[in-house]
């Protein structure tokens, strides 16, 4: 075989194994297909049990109308999975109160089914629709997590240590900029 030829074949199975590849390893990547994970998805909104369906599309739609009540509309629902069961929230990598995955999605563990904990990660979506996923991504810490947590309102017993001085941060912005010019301060649409 000609070191072309080889080479051809090392790029094609290289092309061919990457996405099998992230779906091992970067097991996020799971939301452009969460079916195959055995989630069962009825339009943007996905569960690990039939029972549950309801309860999340109430938290879904509640955190839908919220987001564009307090700051702007989605163009899109994003979708999202309610996980019942801290295994399937492990099969899609997760960790902590919930994941937002760049523009595609976001996972929900089973402990974290409150309207503000979706709203929170409802907030993160319009973030990338707005700023765009690299403005999101440049945007200070006080912007990313403050204005999820500030906006979404959580109790304050469900309000992390470490997210207090981000919240008061965005807050003080917020009141000297207005909600409603947030996103053009940041370069956003």
Not at 24 to 48: E, H, S
Not at 121 to 131: G, K, R, Y
Request: with cysteine.
């Amino acid at each position: 075989m000609s070191r072309s030829r080889l080479l051809l074949l090392a790029a094609s199975v290289l092309v061919a194994s990457g996405p099998a590849a992230a779906w091992v390893c970067f097991k996020p990547i799971r939301i452009v297909a969460p079916q195959l994970t055995g989630v069962t998805c009825v339009g943007a909104i996905c569960v690990d049990s039939m029972a549950t369906l309801p309860t999340a599309m109430q938290l879904h739609s509640d955190a839908m109308s919220n987001v564009a009540e307090k700051l702007r509309p989605l163009k899109s629902p994003p979708r999202a999975v309610f996980c019942s069961t801290r295994s399937c929230f492990a099969s899609f990598g997760g960790t902590g109160r919930g994941i937002t995955v760049l523009h595609l999605g976001v996972f929900i563990p089973p402990d974290s089914w409150q309207t503000y904990i979706v709203e929170h990660e409802f907030i993160h979506m319009l973030q990338a629709q707005e700023l765009g996923l690299r403005g999101r991504e440049r945007a200070p810490l006080w912007l990313k997590e403050g204005m999820p947590f500030f906006v979404s309102d959580p109790p304050p017993f469900d309000l992390p240590d470490y997210a207090k001085p981000l919240v008061e941060q965005y807050a003080t912005w917020e009141q000297r900029v207005a909600r409603d010019n947030a996103w053009a301060e940041f370069g956003g649409r």
